[in-house]
């Protein structure tokens, strides 16, 4: 079984293939160049160094968030171009989901955060059992303070794992019991996320086709909220 990854939920655009055990490629950029001018060069150069095609993919995973608004459309829109051209099944994986994968091998509770600005972060958190991640709440946003608060007053150990803990690292560096791992993991990695979609297919949990799978939004973007706060404003003659 072979699927592509194709993350673009953050700064950092990540591609790869899995075959069945076997991690063929991955690539990742994390500049600022936008996913729009990275992410298709990145799939053709990938695929065109392993000798693979698109129609050689048993199923495609995408991350369908929480993150970026811009950077979920662009790659939901790629991943549903490709699979409906190629008649390819959508497994759709969280953001979330594929930082806790990053510590598969990980002894402490696990949270993964994500930046949701305004001192807040997209948040889960996780635990090993058995080689496998288990989700131990459902995605939410809270405030960076209340969040650290929580694990500092836990008597477990915990990894915090995401971009925003550099954002907020002189806060973490704080807090005993929380360790923070090495930059090649605080990256949502694209052959993390083909390992869920593979487990996904295999259970058959999470399989789309390119029509009924969307972004995950768990609030309204900065543009929207922005918006309807203008036309309160307006309403109330202000």
């Known amino acids: ?17 899995l075959e069945d055990d076997k991690l063929i490629c991955e690539y990742t950029i994390n500049t600022k160049k936008t996913h729009s001018q990275k992410l298709m060069p990145m799939i053709e150069n990938m695929l065109k160094l392993s000798d693979l095609e698109i129609k050689d993919m048993d199923a495609i995973g995408i991350c369908v968030g929480p993150g970026s608004f811009t950077g979920l459309r662009i790659g939901m829109a790629t991943a549903k171009a490709m699979a409906h051209v190629n008649n390819i099944p959508l497994i759709g994986v969280d953001s979330l989901e594929i930082l806790g994968a990053n510590m598969d091998l990980c002894n402490r509770k696990i949270c993964s955060i994500l930046d949701a600005q305004r001192n807040q972060v997209y948040m889960n958190k996780y635990a090993l059992e058995n080689n496998k991640i288990k989700q131990l709440q459902e995605i939410s946003i809270k405030p960076i303070d209340e969040l650290l608060g929580e694990i500092a007053s836990s ?70 909220e922005q918006y309807e706060e203008k036309q309160k404003r307006l309403r109330d003659g202000k």
């Not at 990854?5 to 790869?16: E, K, L, Q, R």
């Not at 694209?190 to 789309?208: F, P, Q, W, Y």
């Open 1 to 17: 079984m072979k699927i592509l990854g194709i993350d673009t939920s953050t700064m950092a655009a990540n591609v790869a293939v």
């Open 155 to 224: 008597d477990e150990q915990w990894v915090l794992v995401g971009e925003a803990v550099y954002k907020y690292k002189d806060k973490i560096d704080q807090i005993k019991n929380i360790t923070i791992p090495s930059p090649a993991n605080n990256i949502t990695k694209a052959s993390s996320l083909c390992t869920i979609a593979r487990d996904k297919m295999l259970a058959n949990e999470g399989v789309h086709n390119c029509y009924d799978i969307n972004p995950m939004y768990i609030r309204k973007s900065q543009a929207e």
